[in-house]
Structures are given as structure tokens and as C-alpha cells.
């Protein structure tokens, strides 16, 4: 049995009404969850307040409700605890009824624009290579040891993530690795996790939409980090130019990872291939069979994170060569026949974009044409679109503009505003076509032997999604099968 004022410690509570002495049966956010004995926490959404279904709370029996503004008429009984922040709230009170999960693991958050999936998966493949019991929670996944469970977040909310990290004690896992999204931080699903570690990758141009600035969104990254214990360590890219920012007030151990200035993790390439890298990190050379620069950089992330959790020198590097590509980032295929190259990415950033363009351009020989399928998604930060497509014909010899996810837009009006980055020497690179699976099948109709399609922008996802319909849809399949079709 928990008492409601055993799941309030460390709340920043500024009123209660009604007895906290009482028992709960469990909490949530969502009224239509709610039966007896619970806790209600009501959350202010971007599209709901969860303040207008107090009373459909106290209706299925709620026997608490924390909120930021009490309701009009209180009823006897019911204890209402009034608090600053519900969001922050409801990520402390998660944590004190899983009973502080997070400290009985070592967890670690990876935040940054790009590479949070590559290096949280990667890390989580080297651990359970080495032997460990892992916990990952991801943009493609939640995994609890050999368990898995689906996730539609970046970084779900903090009731879902302290119920998996206590699964994750009850399983017996040592390590977790932690996608850590801007939004989740400025939304406080982060608060109260006890972090081992945290690891900044990079940043560029993405989520405006929702912090409305650069500055705004570098310095959400940049809490996170300050939030860390002295007993935590902080590794940041010194490559990017936020990468010192980053640190600056945190009291965590620093860390640095580059490939051109000098750092505690010095990375260089030695071989860049289509089949892999042969890198040397640290004076010590790894071969490993992920691909570009980009990936250099997660590599080093991973290889220093793996030694500040205590591998061994040689297990890391061992283990690096063993890791495989995560889902949808830089996965690729060749066709049998006419040895055509088809790559699936997540880049949906100008900068994602262009590293993986510039990869590809950095391996193949020019004597081939590359053919870039990509679209920008619906109902997110629309600045980035005319940038996407100036990336994408500046760097390819052939664009197919398409579809993403349009959400509630219209995917047309999308697709106009990515054309508009397009410069007027690169028009006769172009095309539109707004279906996706069509625009897929005619960058395998123009391919020639040994030519490279690359399909950006939805990479691990499998589907579609338009006017909060999600249908079936899968980049690496349908490639996969036009391919097929083509080399009959």
C-alpha cells in the first residue's frame, strides 16, 4: 500500500485541501483512465486541458487530484493538491510510486539534433553484446532485457517512462539508454530521473516550430545537462559549436569526443567505404561496418560512454565491430541485377540531409547518378522546408520531391514550399510527385546499373500518416519490392 503523501515528496506543492494520509491504487493524466482510489493529474496540452475533465475524474473515482488551478466546487472527500507545474509534478510523482527506478539502474540520456536513436540502439546492442541486462527507451522502441514494446515518442511521457524503468529493476537491467528530446525536457518528462551520464551529440535546425528560436532550443538541450549530478559524467561533440555551451554549468564529470579538434575521445578516419569505416579512436584502429562521418562521430560517442561505464579497452572495440545499423539509418540494399544501390535515412533536418548526402557523395565514384526521394512532414517546423530542398538539389544529380507525413496539411502546399529552396540552375534536377509509393517506384524506374537512390525522411518508420489516419507504409520494403519488380 502507498500513501498519497509518499508520492509527494519533492513536489513543489503550494496548497492542499483534504487529507494526504490516504491510500492510493494508481495515478494518471488521462481521466478516461481513472477508476477508484486514484490520483488525478491534471496536464495542459498543446490540443487539451486536463483541468476540463477534472469532474470526469472525480466521477470514476478519483481520490485525489493534483492540479494547477482548483476547480470551481471541491468535493468532500477527495483531497485536491494544488502545484505550480502538473507536468513536473506528475514526472516526481511517477518517480516516488515506481519507487525511484531510475537509481537503481545506470541510466543515460543521449540529446542532441541528430544521432540520439543511433547512439541510444548502439549503445544498447554493445551492452547486451557484452553480457549485460540493457533497458532502451527510443524513438523506434522501449526494450526491457529481451522484451520489446512499440513507443511513439521521442521521449514518452514520465508516468510511461519510470513504469518501464521499474520494469526494467524488476527484470534485473543494469544499463539503460535514453533518447532525450527537447520537447521532453522543456515538458519536465525528464524530472526527477537519477542520470549516470548524459551525451550531446550536435545541433541544427529543427523543432522550431515548438521552441519558436535557435537560442531557445540550443538552451532547453543545455538544461539537461545542467540538471546532472556530480556524480554523472557529460560527454559533448567539441566539434560542434554548442558542444562547450552544453557543459558550461553542469557539475557532472566533462567529457569531450571530436574528429577535427583535439579531445579526451579523438576519432579519425581512416578508410570511408560503402561496406564500412576503419576509424582509429584513440590510437587504437576499429573496423566497423556502419557508414559516413556522421557515424564516426556517434562511434566516438559510444566508444567513450562504453569506457566511462567501465568497459574494458579491448572489449569496447571488440564489440564496436560487431554492432550493426540501427533500423532506417543508413540502411541499405543492392540490387542483384543491376547493382543498384537503394539507401533509407530518418534525415528530416537540413543538417541530417546533408551529412548523409555528403557521405554518399564522399563514397561513390561520380560516374553514377544520385537519385534523392525526400518530402518534409506535415503540422512541424515549416522553415526548414525550402532548406531541405536547396540540400537536396545541390547535392544530388536527381530529386524526387514527395510526401512525408502531412498530417492534417496539404501534402501539395508542403512540396511548394520545399520547391521554393530549390535555386534556378538546379530546376531540370527536379521533379514532384506527391505519392509517396509512386515517387519510390519512379526513382527505381530512372535508375541505371550501379546507380544510388537514397529514401529520406521517415527511415524506421512503417507508416503513413495523413489527417491522423496511419496507414501501412514501409521506405525499405517498398524499395525492396520495385527493385525486385524492375530486375524481372
Known amino acids: 500500500m502507498i500513501l498519497l503523501k509518499d508520492i509527494l515528496y519533492r513536489v513543489s506543492i503550494e496548497s492542499v485541501i483534504g487529507d494526504t494520509n490516504v491510500a ?67 514526472a516526481m510523482i511517477a518517480n516516488n510510486f515506481y519507487q525511484q527506478p531510475s537509481g537503481k539502474l545506470k541510466l543515460v540520456g543521449v540529446t542532441g539534433t541528430n544521432g540520439k536513436t543511433t547512439i541510444s540502439s548502439l549503445l544498447h546492442q554493445l551492452f547486451t553484446l557484452a553480457g549485460y541486462k ?26 510511461t517512462i519510470n513504469k518501464y524503468l521499474k520494469k526494467m529493476n524488476d527484470a534485473g537491467v543494469e544499463f539503460c539508454f535514453m533518447e532525450v528530446s527537447s520537447h521532453g525536457i522543456a515538458q519536465h518528462r ?21 521552441h519558436k528560436s535557435f537560442q531557445e532550443y540550443r538552451d532547453v538541450k543545455k538544461k539537461f545537462f545542467d540538471e546532472l549530478p556530480k556524480s554523472a559524467f557529460a560527454i559533448t561533440n567539441s566539434d560542434d559549436k554548442n558542444g562547450a555551451f ?25 578508410e570511408n567505404e560503402l561496406s564500412g569505416l576503419l576509424l582509429k579512436i584513440n590510437n587504437n584502429e576499429v573496423w566497423s561496418t556502419l557508414i559516413g562521418n556522421f557515424n564516426a562521430y556517434n562511434l566516438g560517442a559510444i566508444y567513450a560512454a562504453a569506457d566511462l561505464l567501465g568497459l574494458k579497452e579491448l572489449e569496447n572495440l571488440k564489440y564496436i565491430s560487431q554492432l550493426k545499423a540501427v533500423s532506417g539509418r543508413f540502411q541499405y540494399l543492392i540490387s542483384a541485377k543491376e547493382n543498384i544501390t537503394a539507401i533509407v535515412d530518418y534525415a528530416h533536418t537540413p543538417d541530417a540531409l546533408q551529412n548523409v548526402l555528403e557521405t554518399i557523395n564522399a563514397i ?7 537519385i534523392t526521394v525526400v518530402g518534409c ?13 536547396k540540400v537536396a538539389s545541390d547535392l544530388s544529380t536527381k530529386v524526387i520531391f514527395t510526401s ?40 527505381c524506374a530512372m535508375a541505371n546499373a550501379k546507380d544510388i ?32 519488380q524492375f530486375n524481372k
Not at 135 to 155: A, C, D, H, N, P
Not at 195 to 201: N, Q
Not at 246 to 265: E, G, P, R, S
Not at 378 to 383: L, N, Q, S, V
Request: glycine share 6%; aromatic share 6%.
Open 134 to 159: 540493457v533497458g532502451l527507451i527510443s524513438t523506434i522502441k522501449i526494450v526491457v532485457g529481451e522484451e520489446e514494446f512499440s513507443t511513439r515518442l521521442t521521449t514518452p511521457d514520465s508516468l
Open 364 to 370: 561513390r565514384t561520380k560516374n553514377e547518378e544520385l
Open 246 to 270: 552544453m557543459l558550461q554549468n553542469t557539475k557532472a564529470t566533462k567529457k569531450t569526443y571530436a574528429l577535427k579538434t583535439n579531445a579526451d575521445y579523438k576519432v579519425q578516419i581512416i
Open 190 to 210: 525528464t524530472a526527477g530521473l537519477e542520470f549516470k551520464g548524459g551525451i550531446f551529440t550536435n545541433l541544427s535546425h529543427d523543432h522550431l516550430d515548438y
Open 377 to 389: 512532414g506535415g503540422d512541424r517546423d515549416a522553415t526548414k522546408r525550402p532548406i531541405m530542398g
Open 404 to 443: 512525408d507525413n502531412p498530417r492534417t496539411e496539404d501534402p501539395d502546399r508542403i512540396i511548394e514550399e520545399v520547391e521554393a529552396g530549390v535555386e534556378a540552375h538546379n530546376w531540370s534536377k527536379i521533379i514532384s510527385i506527391t505519392n509517396r509509393k509512386q515517387a519510390i517506384k519512379s526513382a
Open 453 to 484: 537512390i537514397l529514401i529520406a525522411g521517415k527511415g524506421h518508420e512503417t507508416y503513413q500518416e495523413v489527417n491522423g489516419v496511419r496507414s501501412d507504409f514501409d521506405d525499405i520494403k517498398i524499395v525492396q519490392e520495385m527493385l525486385e
Open 24 to 90: 492510493i491504487q494508481n495515478i494518471d493524466f488521462d481521466s478516461r483512465k481513472i477508476s477508484l482510489n486514484d490520483v488525478f493529474v491534471a496536464i495542459r496540452g498543446e490540443a487539451n486541458d486536463g483541468h476540463e475533465f477534472i469532474a470526469k475524474a472525480e466521477e470514476n473515482g478519483a481520490i485525489a487530484v493534483v492540479c494547477e488551478e482548483l476547480p470551481a466546487k471541491q468535493i468532500n472527500g477527495i483531497t485536491y493538491v494544488l502545484v505550480e507545474n502538473s507536468k513536473e509534478a506528475l
